[in-house]
């Protein structure tokens, strides 16, 4: 069955860096883009970044632009978010998501993983 | 950015009854080459991630019950649960898939009366 696992979640500082890492399986991976969406403590979602199935091509969302790093390596069905300059705000439960193949829905998603950033 | 907007904000219904959830977007959502709407919906249960009901409007995810039904086109679009059971007690949002990024909705959150 599909799977995709997060993890890499954790506390950090404002100005730091942190990378999560998605591993998916049950399916043909280098079929589909994989997305980020985040939700921050007791609010709603908020798309994060795409990437196609090849990884040539890459979507972030104005609030991550600069600072994240979407990649993927298809040869481990993997997808990582480096993470740049963390800020309070940052603060969310990340969500790795498969996307349908032709436009942005999100059919299969893992159970996230918590990034808190504070000093 | 398209921004996404839903009403109304939390909704309380009567078990069996028929619940209406509101998305407009501030944008068509309507791909004119094959008219899909590319509109989703979501299910988010507390403490559990999202679960995807329907996706180009009105094309219902395999395994989602035939009570959810999703409506509507360019900019205004409706999911309706038609008889509400107590499983169905969760926040939904709709999303628009079409542009990035790709904007969702604030959510309405469901309960029981």
């Known amino acids: 069955q599909v799977q995709v696992v997060e993890s890499g979640g954790g506390v950090v500082q404002p100005g730091k860096s942190l990378r999560l890492s998605c591993a998916a399986s049950?399916?043909?991976?280098?079929?589909?883009?994989m997305h980020w969406v985040r939700q921050a403590p007791g609010k709603g979602l908020e798309w994060v970044a795409a990437?196609?199935?090849?990884?040539?091509?890459?979507h972030y969302a104005d609030s991550v632009k600069g600072r994240f790093t979407f990649s993927r390596d298809n040869s481990k069905s993997t997808v990582y978010l480096q993470m740049n300059s963390l800020r309070p705000e940052d603060t969310a439960v990340y969500y790795c998501?498969?996307?349908?193949?032709?436009?942005?829905?999100?059919?299969?998603w893992g159970q996230g993983t918590l990034v808190t950033v504070s000093s | 950015d398209i921004v996404m907007t839903q009403s109304p904000d939390s909704l309380a219904v009567s078990l069996g009854e028929r619940a209406t959830i509101n998305c407009k977007s501030s944008?068509?959502?309507?791909?004119?080459?094959?008219?899909?709407?590319?509109l989703a919906w979501y299910q988010q249960k507390s403490g559990q991630p999202p679960k995807l009901l329907i996706y180009?409007?009105?094309t219902r995810e395999p395994g989602v019950p035939d009570r959810f039904s999703g409506s509507g086109s360019g900019t205004d679009f409706t999911l309706t649960i038609s008889s509400l059971q107590a499983e169905d007690v969760a926040v939904y949002y709709c999303?628009?898939?079409?542009?990035?990024?790709?904007?969702f909705g604030q959510g309405t959150k469901l309960e029981i009366k």
């Open positions: 944008q068509s959502l309507l791909y004119s080459s094959n008219n899909e709407n590319y």
């Open positions: 990437i196609s199935y090849d990884g040539s091509t890459k």
């Open positions: 999303q628009q898939h079409y542009f990035t990024p790709y904007t």
């Open positions: 049950g399916f043909t991976f280098i079929r589909f883009s």
């Open positions: 180009r409007a009105s």
């Open positions: 998501a498969r996307g349908d193949a032709i436009t942005g829905y999100l059919d299969y």
